[in-house]
């Protein structure tokens, strides 16, 4: 823990500025055996510093040094961000200088570690960070902000707090069964009522999961259909871009084309298939097995039919034996129609074209409306995140339960009080208040190097 780290921080390439950053109780020293201008050991803390790195006697950059002091910083040691100039060689010679004079290279994520485990950050806090980090859209962004504004960390110390308030009540009815009568606040019904509130935020965060899957990872979207229907057309007008080929010859597209946009602040990755058909040529035969494959692992399948073609056989099965939510597209309504809609018993349909993009603002929303993708944007944004974080509210939330039916059926109080300090002790392992080293190396392995 007390040992002096160094990472480039910024992304390494050609680029206007690098900062290469270190942290420890030496850190500061470090550079400056380094650095040639003021005494960095003797400036104020949160002060930013002119000068050279130097190697020997030879200035290797012209920088800029902030100095920030022990405690108040983010690892809550000494911290120091050297700003030099961008570019491959200048920043990978400063790091390889204070490797030289006594840091060693930063795990990734270690800094973020050490900020951690100095208690400046819980856990949720902490994968918080790598969230915005990794965000790629507005709604991502407003998520991993939530978590590193300590949202959803309040929300759990709160339950946590609860449950401990409940739990000592437990235990003096236990202790003193007489006093139950004569204190008017612990009535069964008021333990009751407090524990299924709890019992409904810890449902509530397991359900939310499946909106932050959404927020997180994004929609899987594929587009599917005979050969020719328009389904490359329908990629590209909804990417706004001419990604995939197309052409008035079946069987164009013969590999997957993907492509992400976004709805309301949410990712959807969009994949373009090969037109499935029975076919002898071997490369479009394996890109149809793949559009079969495809639509398994699928949120959502936008089936395109052609409307100046009659419905096959082949495409109504397809349709009816897909299980994943599903869209009919029926497109070149622009052309005259040979559709028989009777056939499509009951499933409901867009009609449109691309040829004036007609229908594809219906298709969006239509999207929008099937995953409720307002309200999860308009949310407040407190969701739990990843497996670990499900396991540990679903195991809380199936304890709370438990104790609730065993408070019905009047089981001694210290077993109700047993099974809610598990509750406890599993809320305090999402923000960390308890953890192992693996489950540490596991979070934070996912982090870029430098943070
Ligand atoms: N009239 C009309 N033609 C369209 C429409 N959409 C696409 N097309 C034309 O239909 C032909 C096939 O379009 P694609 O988008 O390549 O069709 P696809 O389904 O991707 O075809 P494959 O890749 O072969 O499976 C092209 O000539 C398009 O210009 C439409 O709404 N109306
Ligand atoms: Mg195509």
Redesign the pocket.
């Known amino acids: 823990m007390n040992e002096n780290i160094c990472a480039i921080s910024t992304a390494l390439g050609v680029g206007a500025i690098s900062i290469i950053r270190a942290t420890g109780p030496e850190a500061i020293e470090i550079v400056n055996k380094i650095f040639k201008g003021k005494d960095l050991t003797k400036v104020d803390s949160h002060t930013i510093n002119y000068g050279f790195i130097v190697d020997s006697k030879e200035k290797v950059d012209e920088v800029l040094v902030s100095i920030m002091r022990a405690p108040r910083t983010f690892t809550k040691e000494d911290m120091v961000e050297i700003n030099s100039h961008g570019g491959i060689s200048t920043t990978n010679k400063i790091l390889e200088l204070l490797l030289e004079n006594g840091c060693r290279l930063a795990e990734p994520g270690e800094f973020t570690k050490k900020a951690f485990l100095n208690g400046r950050i819980d856990l949720v806090e902490a994968e918080g960070i790598n969230d915005l980090i990794i965000s790629e859209t507005e709604s991502q962004r407003k998520f991993a902000m939530n978590r590193l504004n300590g949202n959803l960390s309040r929300l759990i110390k709160d339950m946590r707090k609860d449950i401990m308030e409940l739990e000592g009540k437990l235990e003096v009815a236990f202790d003193y069964p007489d006093e139950i009568e004569d204190d008017e606040d612990l009535t069964y019904n008021e333990l009751k009522t407090t524990m299924i509130n709890i019992k409904n935020k810890l449902t509530k965060l397991v359900n939310s999961y499946k909106d932050s899957s959404i927020i997180k990872d994004g929609i899987n979207v594929s587009i599917v259909g005979k ?1 020719n229907v328009g ?3 329908i ?1 590209n007008h909804l990417l706004d871009q001419d990604k ?3 052409t008035d010859i079946a069987g ?2 013969r590999d997957i ?1 993907e492509g992400t946009l976004s709805l309301n602040g949410i990712k959807i990755n969009l994949t ?1 298939t ?2 499935i058909r029975e076919t002898d040529d071997l490369v479009e035969s394996i890109g149809v097995k793949k559009s079969l494959d495809i639509i398994n692992n699928s949120d959502l399948v936008i089936f395109v039919l052609n409307n100046s073609e009659e419905l096959t056989n082949e495409e109504l099965d397809l349709i009816h034996n897909t299980s994943v939510n599903k869209i009919v597209f029926i497109n070149k309504c622009d052309l005259d129609s040979k559709i028989n809609f009777e056939k499509l018993n009951n499933i409901p349909y867009i009609k449109g074209n691309t040829k004036d993009a007609n229908g594809l603002d219906e298709l969006k929303n239509r999207i929008i409306e099937m995953f409720n993708l307002e309200k999860i944007n308009s949310s407040d944004f407190n969701y739990i995140s990843n497996a670990r974080e499900l396991s540990l509210v679903k195991k809380a939330e199936s304890v709370v339960s438990e104790s609730i039916n065993n408070l019905n059926a009047t089981l001694p109080f210290e077993i109700v009080a047993d099974d809610l300090r598990i509750s406890y002790i599993a809320l305090g392992e999402i923000i960390g208040e308890t953890y192992n080293e693996d489950i540490l190396d596991e979070i934070f392995s996912k982090f870029c190097v430098g943070k």
């Open positions: 050969p389904k490359s057309s990629l995939a080929i197309v164009t597209t084309v373009d090969a037109g």
